[in-house]
């Protein structure tokens, strides 16, 4: 069967596709509102950005990627998320040059090879912000006061933001010893994988989904308990940012995020309304990113928001997405002449900017009735009627195209 989707993709129809336009269109607002330009890069990489940046022990680069040898033998992969394109494209295209910090954002399809469930893709929609070059945690705030007001402006005022810091390198090796010991003594009960992460990476332990290694993780050590100076007074000012600026939000130690280039501040903001993947958006600052990618230093912060979990929250709340307009006017012509004539008006109307329509395929009138717009049916002088007053005008043709669109501004017409 040629007309079956691949698992884990969604087509987007006619009859939804204003939901995403309406998503996309307050994204792209709410960004130009906090001063982020929008960034373009390409649907794959090369599959050592992802490696480097993102992290070969996350599950992300080594079960879920879509990687594949291109004709010249060079290992390319279909991006699994927009952070490590972003910071590729920062530097690729010298934007440090320019003046810091560079905020960008982005809209885009990412794909991962995950068991699919519901708010669960393999094809899925990122909305996704990133700065690079701003150290300090205004830029927290900054990241964090953008995804509240986008979640604000598209009816979402009640869902919870969970944050955490990882800390930096020197704080984390501690960290990581301390959990090296800790899980060394559970060792046994880990899957087979958690072991390897256990010499590499124990940190990613606490990230598996096995049942077995969920139950070990109970009483491990806390990153808040290793911070070293400096980042616990980072992560106390965020939290004053935050609660100056009543954002509510919960210090969750148990966030460590699925990927491996944090440090610092991570959040998450989580539903229970959408079923297990109640993730809705995540992020945070990673520090490290741009020199392990490209040998240069510059402090990094973002986020990303799942669009199709997004969708699932606004409906199972209620929330009502605006719908798009109608057609504003259908014309329909009688007999051949009239036919050839509305041919020509519907073209100068449609170049005025009037969205109008015409069957095509020659259906009697009392069939083009029944179609759900505004009529326009074509003779020589035209009778315009504002359905909403009642008030008709007459109207010949010559004067119909430049009259109209006065007469149609904020009004639904039918025409007859
Ligand atoms: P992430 O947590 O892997 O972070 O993904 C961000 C969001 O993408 C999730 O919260 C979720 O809404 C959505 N998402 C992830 N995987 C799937 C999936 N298989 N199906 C549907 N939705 C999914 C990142 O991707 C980081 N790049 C975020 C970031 C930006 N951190 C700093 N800057």
Request: charged share 25%; glycine share 6%; proline share 5%.
């Amino acid at each position: 069967m040629l007309t079956k989707i691949p698992r884990g993709t969604k087509d987007i129809t006619p009859d939804e596709i204003y939901k995403w336009h309406y998503l996309e269109e307050t994204a792209r607002k709410v960004c130009e509102d906090f001063s982020f330009s929008e960034v373009r890069f390409p649907t794959f990489e090369y599959t050592e950005l992802f490696a480097r940046g993102v992290g070969d022990t996350t599950d992300v680069v080594q079960k879920e990627m879509y990687t594949f040898l291109d004709k010249d033998e060079r290992s390319i992969t279909l991006r699994p998320e927009g952070t490590a394109s972003t910071a590729r494209l920062f530097l690729q295209n010298s934007l440090y040059a320019g003046t810091l910090p560079s905020k960008l954002y982005y809209l885009i399809p990412c794909f991962r090879y995950e068991k699919p469930q519901a708010g669960r893709l393999r094809e899925f929609h990122q909305f996704g912000a990133e700065i690079f070059g701003a150290p300090g945690p205004l830029a927290e705030v900054e990241i964090i006061t953008l995804i509240d007001s986008f979640l604000k402006r598209v009816g979402i005022t009640d869902i919870a933001l969970n944050i955490n810091s990882l800390g930096c390198k020197t704080c984390r090796a501690e960290y990581q010893k301390a959990l090296f010991s800790f899980f060394s003594e559970r060792k046994d009960k880990l899957c087979p994988l958690c072991n390897e992460r256990l010499a590499k990476n124990p940190m990613r332990i606490i990230d598996c989904k096995n049942p077995d290694c969920k139950e070990q993780i109970k009483g491990m050590p806390k990153m808040l308990d290793f911070l070293c100076g400096e980042c616990k007074e980072h992560f106390e000012s965020v939290k004053e940012y935050l609660t100056g600026l009543s954002i509510p939000y919960t210090v969750d130690p148990s966030i460590v995020r699925g990927l491996d280039y944090y440090t610092r501040t991570v959040f998450e903001f989580v539903t229970n309304e959408i079923g297990a993947q109640g993730t809705v958006c995540g992020g945070g600052r990673y520090d490290n990113l741009t020199r392990e990618i490209g040998d240069m230093e510059y402090a990094g912060i973002g986020f990303a928001m799942g669009l199709e979990r997004l969708l699932l929250l606004l409906s199972a709340k209620g929330v009502k997405i605006p719908e798009p307009e109608n057609v504003k006017l259908f014309l329909i012509p009688l007999g051949t002449r009239a036919q050839k004539l509305s041919a020509n008006l519907l073209l100068e109307m449609r170049n005025m900017g009037i969205s109008a329509e015409m069957d095509l395929l020659s259906r009697s009138v009392k069939a083009q009735m029944k179609f759900d717009h505004p009529i326009l049916s074509n003779t020589d002088l035209l009778k315009i009627k504002d359905m909403k007053t009642g008030e008709a005008h007459e109207i010949s043709i010559s004067e119909f195209t430049s009259g109209f669109r006065k007469i149609l501004e904020e009004k639904t017409c039918q025409i007859v």
